[in-house]
């Protein structure tokens, strides 16, 4: 558990006080934990594969449908691609929650900048914004992002880590199935590849994660970046794990739940001097 | 400076996997999975959990791989010393308890196996009986185990017991139980992530052991 030192003065309150996460709560949770023997709840994570390349053109970004907690599916057809801008869309791993917020929060400051600046966004300012946020939070925001964009200077790929290192790059892949998605790419990425190709080529790396990784599962999103149209997601571009059986369930007879207890509340009273028109 | 962890090599693997087990007035019927697996990664789909151990036993293990295969093997030697001793085959009843003592010999380094073990008894009837890692045993009409057993055990419950609900419905047939494990491991095959790839299903009764498989999701 986290160690917690006593602060001995009014500077080391002030201290504990400046910038990124308020800790009080690690005493009483390590309190908790010691004494009450109540363990800390988990967070949902995307188990994932995520992917993206840069192609003639284009940014195309991919991304499986399957959100885990532990060992269970939570969500079979979850959207792991985040709009950030209409050119600016971002597929995230880690956990969910932060994922979320982060790319929400991006959203709304990009969109209030492109407001103030009346241009067009560009993909180096969320990258930079995103990488100060996650560094500041020293990697507690389990955020894995594949960034991609296309702006005035030209369609950009980038990937950043939970710490806040950015990498940028014509093709990558993040998440628990991202060796098996990276395998994929490395033997067939080529950089004149066309739209339709690239596609494929993402939706088949994907394909290998969620076969491969158990972490990764479900249907297969990509979205596709260009120059004039913006970005635009195809969501369940494939599906390639359709429920093979499902049994006929006769549906019970009314009278199959047992009632204990029957009470009969009167919550209306109706009065008698209200006359309705016709 | 970091505090001092202890790291302990652990002897123990989860292979994953679920299977289940459901007696009938005649007959038993026996499913499980086939993925082994460990952590994310997939070490093959197609990998049986079931034994036969006579014409009318079938034992099925979920757990780690390695000790089931041993303890199978035990099983079955142990099975031939029993014919060629009593010249007739063992009898599910007394495979069962064998099968106890043998996992409690093992008390202070078990097999790491959740063993559910099915057959036709002396009497005709369909047997199932559940053990835990070391021994304890107990027959029940129907049981489960494995990494998806909680979500099967739930569905068991309410089909077959029928603890839940007040209106008399006839007990499921022997293709209405195939039907329920069928459509039960597909079910859990979709929120278990070491769940999955294909799935054998075993039919036990009087005219010997039917295997048969189908498909489940590959992700």
């Known amino acids: ?278 | 400076m970091q505090a001092p962890v202890e790291h302990r090599w652990s002897p123990y693997a989860d292979n994953g996997g679920t299977c289940l087990g459901v007696a009938g007035e005649d007959f038993v019927v026996v499913a499980a999975d086939t993925r082994l697996s460990q952590g994310y990664s997939i070490h093959t789909r197609d990998c049986s959990k079931v034994t036969q151990l006579t014409d009318k036993c079938v034992i099925v293990s979920c757990g780690m791989k390695a000790d089931a295969i041993t303890l199978h093997k035990h099983l079955k030697a142990r099975l031939v010393m029993y014919e060629h001793q009593h010249r007739k085959q063992a009898s599910v009843t007394a495979i069962a308890q064998m099968l106890a003592t043998t996992l409690y010999y093992k008390r202070f380094f078990p097999y790491y196996t959740f063993n559910v073990l099915c057959g036709i008894d002396d009497e005709g009837k369909g047997a199932v009986y559940h053990y835990d890692a070391i021994g304890s045993f107990e027959r029940v009409p129907y049981t489960t185990s494995g990494s998806g057993s909680s979500l099967v055990m739930s569905v068991l419950d309410a089909q077959i017991a029928k603890g839940n609900q007040t209106v008399d419905t006839p007990p499921l047939d022997k293709r209405g139980i195939v039907e329920l494990a069928k459509d039960v491991l597909s079910s859990v095959g979709e929120r278990d992530i070491h769940t999955g790839d294909y799935a054998e299903i075993f039919l036990i009764d009087a005219s010997g052991v039917t295997p048969t498989r189908f498909d489940l999701k590959l992700d």
Do not use: W
Request: overall charge neutral.
């Open chain 1, 1 to 278: 558990m986290v160690q917690v030192e006593e602060p001995q003065d009014y500077v080391d309150v002030l201290q504990s006080h400046r910038g990124g996460f308020s800790f009080e709560n690690c005493k009483r949770n390590a309190y908790l934990a010691a004494q009450a023997g109540i363990k800390p709840p988990t967070a949902m994570k995307s188990g994932t594969t995520i992917c993206g390349i840069v192609v003639k053109d284009a940014v195309i970004l991919a991304a499986d449908t399957r959100a885990t907690n532990g060992p269970m599916v939570a969500d079979k057809n979850c959207e792991k691609l985040h709009y950030i801008a209409k050119n600016i869309y971002c597929a995230g791993a880690g956990t969910a929650a932060d994922l979320q917020h982060t790319t929400e929060m991006m959203e709304s400051q990009i969109e209030l900048l492109r407001m103030a600046t009346g241009t067009q966004p560009r993909v180096c300012t969320v990258v930079k914004r995103l990488s100060s946020m996650l560094f500041k939070y020293q990697g507690y925001i389990g955020c894995a992002l594949v960034l991609g964009g296309f702006d005035v200077t030209g369609p950009h790929l980038y990937q950043i880590y939970p710490h806040g290192s950015t990498d940028k790059l014509p093709f990558t892949t993040m998440g628990s199935g991202s060796l098996a998605a990276m395998a994929i790419m490395e033997a067939e990425y080529n950089e004149n590849m066309s739209i339709e190709e690239g596609k494929k080529l993402v939706a088949k790396a994907i394909r290998s994660g969620i076969f491969n990784d158990l972490g990764s599962g479900g249907n297969v999103d990509v979205c596709v970046i260009t120059k004039d149209a913006g970005g635009n997601i195809l969501r369940n571009y494939e599906k390639p794990n359709e429920r093979k059986f499902r049994a006929q369930h006769k549906a019970f007879p009314k009278g199959t739940t047992p009632v204990i207890k029957e009470t009969i509340m009167k919550l209306v009273s109706v009065e008698t001097d209200v006359v309705m028109r016709d």
